[in-house]
């Protein structure tokens, strides 16, 4: 791990996946159940998320599926999600959709199996050098765990267009997170991140 991956880890990991796991419980919708979590690493952020909503049930995809793992994973070609329609209640995206190089592929997918609702974080790539801050972030968070790294960001007027043309609606967009501190928010906040519950 790099210098600068060994500083994100001590100094920012912790309270991004404790802000993240508060931020995604509260837009799983109550009547929710079933969870899909599709990139979903070693489950970190689902086992926060648990402690908050402990009456879920969390299941993980993933392409790369680690050797130690806080939910069960399963491994899948990053395209097709490998279950019959309305299988869960809700299909999860945290930071995934920008490392795939066609978004709306995985939502057009994740709208099929999802009963009730599609939770998504990602980020909108608008503003002064958002796409050049947003590059940095991903590259810092997870060159060091070999993750594809296409730096597919889309401004917030795409994903609008994205969720229309899939037939996915707002329910909640909040894209005021607090991920970071301050000073360091002032430069990685800048509603670069959002996280929605998109009902099907």
């Given at each position: 791990?790099?210098?600068?991956?060994?500083?994100?880890?001590?100094?920012?990991?912790?309270?991004?996946?404790?802000?993240?796991a508060s931020?995604?419980?509260?837009?799983?919708?109550?009547?929710?159940?079933?969870?899909?979590?599709?990139?979903?690493?070693?489950?970190?952020?689902?086992?926060?998320?648990?402690?908050?909503?402990?009456?879920?049930?969390?299941?993980?995809?993933?392409?790369?599926?680690?050797?130690?793992?806080?939910?069960?994973?399963?491994?899948?070609?990053?395209?097709?999600?490998?279950?019959?329609?309305?299988?869960?209640?809700?299909?999860?995206?945290?930071?995934?959709?920008?490392?795939?190089?066609?978004?709306?592929?995985?939502?057009?997918?994740?709208?099929?199996v999802?009963?009730?609702?599609?939770?998504?974080?990602?980020?909108?790539?608008?503003?002064?050098?958002?796409?050049?801050?947003?590059?940095?972030?991903?590259?810092?968070?997870?060159?060091?765990?070999?993750?594809?790294?296409?730096?597919?960001?889309?401004?917030?007027?795409?994903?609008?267009?994205?969720?229309?043309?899939?037939?996915?609606?707002?329910?909640?967009?909040?894209?005021?997170?607090?991920?970071?501190?301050?000073?360091?928010?002032?430069?990685f906040e800048?509603?670069?991140?959002?996280?929605?519950?998109?009902?099907?």
């Amino acid at each position: 791990m790099s210098t600068v991956g060994t500083l994100h880890q001590k100094l920012v990991y912790s309270r991004r996946t404790k802000v993240l796991a508060s931020e995604l419980a509260n837009a799983i919708p109550a009547n929710s159940l079933s969870i899909l979590d599709v990139g979903c690493g070693d489950g970190t952020i689902d086992s926060l998320i648990l402690q908050h909503r402990p009456g879920l049930s969390i299941t993980g995809l993933d392409v790369l599926v680690r050797p130690k793992t806080f939910i069960p994973v399963w491994k899948f070609d990053g395209t097709r999600l490998p279950y019959d329609d309305q299988s869960f209640d809700v299909v999860m995206f945290a930071d995934v959709l920008h490392h795939t190089t066609d978004p709306e592929c995985l939502l057009r997918e994740a709208k099929r199996v999802a009963k009730v609702a599609v939770v998504l974080k990602d980020h909108t790539r608008d503003g002064f050098l958002s796409n050049l801050t947003l590059r940095f972030m991903d590259w810092v968070g997870n060159a060091h765990h070999n993750v594809v790294l296409p730096y597919n960001y889309w401004p917030r007027s795409r994903w609008m267009l994205s969720f229309q043309s899939i037939g996915l609606n707002i329910q909640r967009w909040n894209e005021t997170l607090g991920l970071y501190p301050a000073p360091a928010s002032w430069v990685f906040e800048r509603r670069l991140h959002f996280v929605a519950c998109l009902t099907v």
